[in-house]
C-alpha cells in the first residue's frame, strides 16, 4: 500500500511486536510507511525468541527499548529512553500486549491458577494503565496524542476456550473507557481496536484457534480482517482524522460482530446433518 503522509512529523512507542505474524509488526511497518518516527518496546524475555531487530532495520533504524509492561520502573524508564531518541513527549503509544497464562497451559476455566490469573490481567490489561500512568507521570505523552490498545469480542461475549483472556480483555476496555475521561482534559484520545481472530504467535496458542478463527471468517460478511488491514485501521487512530474519537472499542472484524448466523454456517449444519 502506498504511503499518505498521515503521520508525518509524529513520533510514539509502539509495544509488543514479536515476529512477522504480530499485529504491532504490521502497525510499526504501516507507521514508518505514513512517516512517523517510534520506539520498539517488548519484554526483555522476547529477546530470546523474537525478531525486533528486523523490525528495526525495516522501519529505518527505529530504536528497541526491552521494557517489562508490569513494572512500573521500567515504563519510567522505557518513556525517559523514548523522549531522548524521539526528541520529545510522543503523539501516539500503541499497545498490543496479552498473555493468557492459564489457556497456555490448557487449564479449565472454572479451575484457574489464581496467581497465574493475576499475572494474566497485570500483563494483557493493567499494562494498559501502567503505561499510560508513566507517560503522564514522566510528562512524555504530548497533547492530543492517541493510544490505541488491541482488544478481541471475548471481552464482550464468551468463547469457551478463550477463558481467562476475556476478562481480561473486558478490563482492558474498561479501562480504555476510565482512562479515557481523564485524558480528554489534555485531548488525548484512547481507544481499543477489537480485532478478528489473527493467525499470530499469541493466538496460536488458543486451543481449538482455527475453528475458532474459521467460524469468524464464515459468519463475517468480508471475512477475517487480516493483521495488515488491521495496522491501515490503527494508523487512522494515530492520525489526526481521528481527532474527536476516544474511549470507544472500534470493531475491526469484518462485520462479525452484528452477525447472529450466516448461511455459510447454516449450509455447513444441514450438510452435516444429511450426511
Not at 525495516?58 to 523514548?82: H, K
Request: proline share 2%; with cysteine; hydrophobic share 40%.
Amino acid at each position: 500500500m502506498q504511503g499518505h503522509g498521515l503521520l508525518e512529523g509524529k513520533t510514539g512507542i509502539i509495544s509488543g511486536a514479536l515476529d512477522p505474524d504480530s499485529i504491532a509488526w504490521a502497525v510499526a511497518e504501516a507507521a514508518h510507511r505514513e512517516g512517523a518516527r517510534f520506539v520498539l518496546t517488548n519484554a526483555p524475555v522476547s529477546k530470546r525468541f523474537g525478531r525486533l531487530d528486523e523490525l528495526s532495520e525495516a522501519t529505518g533504524g527505529s530504536p528497541v527499548i526491552y521494557a517489562d509492561a508490569t513494572n512500573d520502573e521500567d515504563m519510567d524508564g522505557l518513556y525517559q529512553q523514548a523522549t531522548e531518541h524521539l526528541g520529545g513527549p510522543v503523539d501516539f503509544v500503541v499497545h498490543s500486549i496479552g498473555m493468557g497464562l492459564n489457556v497456555r497451559k490448557g487449564r479449565a476455566y472454572e479451575e484457574l491458577k489464581y496467581e497465574w490469573f493475576q499475572k494474566t490481567l497485570d500483563i494483557s490489561a493493567v499494562s494498559l494503565h501502567r503505561m499510560v500512568s508513566a507517560g503522564l507521570r514522566g510528562d512524555a505523552i504530548a497533547d492530543g496524542a492517541s493510544v490505541v490498545a488491541m482488544s478481541y469480542i471475548g471481552a464482550q461475549r464468551t468463547f469457551s476456550t478463550y477463558s481467562e483472556m476475556g476478562d481480561a480483555k473486558a478490563l482492558l476496555e474498561s479501562i480504555v473507557r476510565s482512562y479515557g475521561y481523564r485524558l480528554g482534559k489534555r485531548g488525548i484520545r484512547i481507544n481499543a481496536v477489537s480485532q478478528s481472530p489473527t493467525k499470530t504467535t499469541a493466538g496460536g496458542g488458543i486451543t481449538g484457534f482455527d475453528a475458532l478463527y474459521d467460524f469468524a471468517d464464515k459468519v463475517a460478511p468480508l471475512g477475517n480482517a487480516d493483521a495488515a488491514s488491521c495496522a491501515d485501521y490503527t494508523i487512522t487512530l494515530l492520525s489526526d482524522y481521528t481527532r474527536m474519537v476516544t474511549m470507544q472499542t472500534l470493531f475491526h472484524d469484518g462485520g462479525y460482530n452484528n452477525m447472529g448466523i450466516s448461511e455459510a454456517i447454516i449450509e455447513g449444519m444441514m450438510g452435516g446433518e444429511d450426511a
